[in-house]
Every structure is written in structure tokens, then in C-alpha cells.
């Protein structure tokens, strides 16, 4: 019998993969989880019927969200993480060994506990001394911070439902606020490619740039996520993404990754020509 899971992209596009079992399902407070078995993805999380991540692509995502902020910030020591229940973030955060603190705030206990179980190949650093989590509203949380992070990482779900908050103008203020004098935001962008989509793209953009002066998107190519083409928001109170990028510090550093190097990037700030009308728009 043949099983398939489809993540509806839009009302008239699925990307279904076969599945060779479930191996959990619950309703929590927030949402419907289930972990799914799959052999061309691994396990995959999927929340209130929305692939989330697959076992196989999931370190581009969390390398891209987590290390182009590190490279450019030469000083990072506290970071806040909101969402980020996977751990997949926390993961390669944990690999800096200049960070002090990282706070993670996660409005959902069992997803944590779901990864922990599931996916320990990214919940591996959820244990680390230096993590604090906190399962609250990532939007009461951080209203109540004021020049605390050198760097905050926004790991939402997308912009409907339970996560909503996280894409508001007041949300990003606040953020704004909680950072350092030098401190810099970086946000999951959705894709730019399916017109609603796009839409969303540009509403982040522009009430991002409303609050911090510098305020770049980047990309990356993750097989599952709608179009595979995805966009991250780099936004700073003073560092460049690409002007103070130090090549020769990061690599120093000895980190190992799989899909980001600073040459890499050099190159997704480079947006093609379509992504950069939809960002023309709206600055």
C-alpha cells in the first residue's frame, strides 16, 4: 500500500513525498504535531499538516539562519533564539565557543520534547550549559528586553495562526530594543516565488526596515520547503552582511559545516533579478 504525505504549496501545487510510516501524532495546546518516516527525506516534522523540516535538507536551513549573523558580528555573546524548538539552530550556535548565553523561547513544550526524541541529530544541543529555554510568546517575551542580545534569531513558523505576532512592526521594534548598540536580527523570510508568498516577502521587508537602518535579504535552496528558493532577512543596528564579513576570522575558527562557507556567503546576498523587484517595491 502505497502511502504519501503532500505539503500543499498553493491551491494549484503539492510536493508529496512517500511515507513509510507515522511515528507520532498529537494535538498539543498550539498544534497538530506528527514525525513522519520517509527513505528519500528521513523523518520528517510536520505541524497542523505543514511539512516543517526533513532530516535530509534541514542543516541547510539551520547553517544559513545561524552562521551568516555569526561571520558578520565579531562579538556575539548572548543570543536570543525565538521559536527554534528543533534545536536545529541552538545546534550550530553551540559550535562558537565565544557565546556565553543563548536563550531559547519556544511557546511549544512538546515540540521541544518531540524533537529531543525524534531528531536528536538537532536537539543534541538543546542540553548545552550555556541554553536557557524559556516556553513562552516570543512577542510578550521580547517586549520585555531592552539592550540585552548581541544577536536574535527569529525561527518562526509561517505567518498565520499561532506565529502571526512574530511578523508584526511592533514585533521588530521590539527586537530592535533588545539588542545591543551593535546588534543584528535575522529572520526566516518564506519564499519568494508563489505570489502569496511573495507578498508576505515584501510586507517582512518593509516593516523591517522601518525599524533598523541597515536591512539586507539573503537566500538559500532547501529541496523541501515550497520552490526550494527561500529568503532570509539580515538586518543590523551597525554591521554590513557583506562589508564586514571577515573571511579569514570565520575559518579560523575550525567550525564544520555542510552548506555554508563565506564564500557562499559573498554570493546569496546577490538576489536574482525578480527577488530584487519584489524588495525594489517596497524600499
Known amino acids: 500500500m502505497d502511502i504519501w504525505f503532500s505539503d500543499e504549496h498553493t491551491d494549484n501545487v503539492k510536493l508529496s513525498i512517500r511515507v513509510e510510516q507515522q511515528l507520532f501524532s498529537a494535538q498539543s495546546e ?32 539551520h547553517e544559513m539562519i545561524a552562521h551568516v549573523p555569526m561571520a558578520v558580528h565579531p562579538n556575539v555573546e548572548k543570543v ?42 538537532m536537539a543534541c544541543s538543546l542540553n548545552d550549559k550555556r541554553v536557557e529555554i524559556t516556553n513562552e510568546d516570543g512577542l510578550k517575551f521580547v517586549r520585555a528586553k531592552s539592550d540585552e542580545y548581541d ?91 557583506t562589508d564586514d564579513l571577515d573571511d579569514t576570522a570565520w575559518m579560523l575558527r575550525g567550525i564544520s559545516t555542510n552548506y555554508y562557507l563565506p564564500r557562499v556567503h559573498r554570493g546569496v546576498f546577490a538576489l536574482p533579478a525578480y527577488v530584487e523587484e519584489l524588495v525594489k517595491d517596497v524600499e
Open 30 to 61: 498550539f498544534q497538530r504535531i506528527d514525525v513522519l518516516e520517509s527513505k528519500e527525506f528521513g523523518k520528517i516534522l510536520v505541524a497542523d499538516g505543514d511539512l516543517m523540516l526533513t532530516e535530509k535538507d534541514e542543516f541547510i536551513y
Open 80 to 121: 536570543l533564539v525565538i521559536g527554534g524548538g528543533d534545536g536545529g539552530v541552538v545546534r550550530e550556535l553551540a559550535k562558537y565557543d565565544t557565546i556565553l548565553k543563548i536563550d531559547v523561547v519556544e511557546a511549544d513544550p512538546l515540540l521541544i520534547e518531540v524533537c529531543r526524541r525524534y531528531f536528536p541529530q
Open 151 to 241: 544577536l536574535i534569531i527569529i525561527d518562526s513558523p509561517n505567518p498565520f495562526g499561532p506565529g502571526e505576532g512574530l511578523f508584526t512592526k511592533e514585533f521588530y521594534g521590539n527586537c530592535y530594543n533588545a539588542l545591543k548598540s551593535d546588534g543584528i536580527m535575522v529572520n526566516q523570510h518564506e519564499s519568494p516565488f508563489y505570489k502569496e508568498e511573495a507578498f508576505q516577502c515584501q510586507r517582512m521587508h518593509k516593516r523591517i526596515r522601518a525599524s533598523f537602518p541597515i536591512s539586507r535579504i539573503y537566500q538559500a535552496f532547501i529541496p523541501s520547503y515550497p520552490s526550494g528558493h527561500w529568503l532570509f532577512g539580515f538586518a543590523s543596528k551597525k554591521y554590513h552582511p
